[in-house]
C-alpha cells in the first residue's frame, strides 16, 4: 500500500516537471515526462491491488488507467503536430472514452450486489444529469467563447460520457462513502476537462491553464488509481 502513495506522489511530482517544460515548448522531452507521470498513476494502481480485490473489476479500473495513459500521449502529439491536430484530438478523446467505458463497468461489478435496488435508479438519474450537463455546456458554447468547429459531436459524446461517468460515481458513493475516493477523481477529471476546453476550443492560452489543466488531471487519475485499495 505504501507503494501506491510513492507512486501517487511520483505522478504528481512528474506532472509538475513535465508542465514545467511543456509551458515552454511541446517537445519529444516533454513527451517522455507526461507518458512517465501517466505510466507511474497506472503503477500506483497496480501497487493498490489488495488480496481480497475483485479480480474483474480491479483489471477493468486498471485497463482504463492504461487508456488514460495512451490518451495523453495522444492529446500530446496534437500539439507537437499542429497539422494533423484533429486526427489526434478524436483518437486521444477515444482512448478516454473508452477509459470511462472500463470504469463504469467496473462501478457497475463492484456495486451490484451492494445496490440492488438503487442501481437502475442510479444509473437513469446520473443519464439525466449527463445530459442537462452536456447541454448546459453545448447549447450556449459560443456565448461562452468556444468553438469546437468540427469536433461539436466528437465533444458533445465524449461531454455525455463523462458527465455521466462522474455523476454515477457520485450517486454510489452517497450510498458508500468509501467511494467517495473514486468520485473525486471523476469530480476532477470533469473540472480537468472543461479547463482544456477553454484551451482547445476558447483561445486561452496562458501557461497557468497549462499547470491547471494537467494538475487537476493527475489527480483525478491518482485518486482513481489509490480507490483500488479501497474499494475492490
Known amino acids: 500500500m505504501i507503494a501506491t502513495y510513492i507512486f501517487g506522489a511520483l505522478s504528481l511530482v512528474l506532472c509538475i516537471v513535465f508542465c514545467i517544460f511543456r509551458s515552454k515548448k511541446a517537445s519529444v522531452g516533454s513527451l517522455a515526462l507526461k507518458t512517465a507521470a501517466s505510466l507511474a498513476f497506472v503503477l500506483c494502481g497496480l501497487f493498490g491491488i489488495n488480496a481480497t480485490a475483485s479480480y474483474t473489476a480491479t483489471l477493468l479500473i486498471i485497463a482504463g488507467l ?7 500521449i495522444v492529446l500530446d502529439l496534437k500539439i507537437m503536430y499542429p497539422t494533423q491536430s484533429n486526427h489526434y484530438f478524436v483518437t486521444g478523446t ?7 467505458i472500463f470504469y463504469f463497468v467496473a462501478t457497475l461489478l463492484l456495486n ?8 437502475l435508479a442510479n444509473i437513469l438519474i446520473s443519464l439525466g444529469v449527463a445530459v442537462v450537463l452536456t447541454l448546459a455546456i453545448m447549447l450556449p458554447s459560443k456565448k461562452l467563447g468556444l468553438n469546437f468547429g468540427s469536433m461539436l459531436w466528437v465533444c458533445a459524446g465524449y461531454s455525455l460520457m ?23 477523481g471523476m469530480i ?32 483525478a487519475q491518482i485518486c482513481i488509481a489509490i480507490s483500488i485499495f479501497y474499494i475492490s
Open 66 to 72: 492504461v487508456f488514460g495513459l495512451v490518451g495523453d
Open 94 to 100: 477515444g482512448a478516454f472514452a473508452i477509459g470511462h
Open 112 to 119: 451490484k450486489a451492494a445496490l440492488p435496488s438503487h442501481l
Open 188 to 219: 476532477l477529471f470533469f473540472l480537468s476537462d472543461l479547463v482544456l476546453s477553454m484551451q482547445y476550443f476558447g483561445g486561452k492560452t496562458q501557461k497557468s491553464l497549462i499547470y491547471i489543466n494537467h494538475i487537476l488531471y493527475y489527480l
Open 162 to 184: 463523462l458527465t455521466f461517468m462522474m455523476a454515477f460515481a457520485i450517486s454510489i458513493a452517497i450510498y458508500i462513502p468509501i467511494f467517495w475516493i473514486f468520485a473525486a
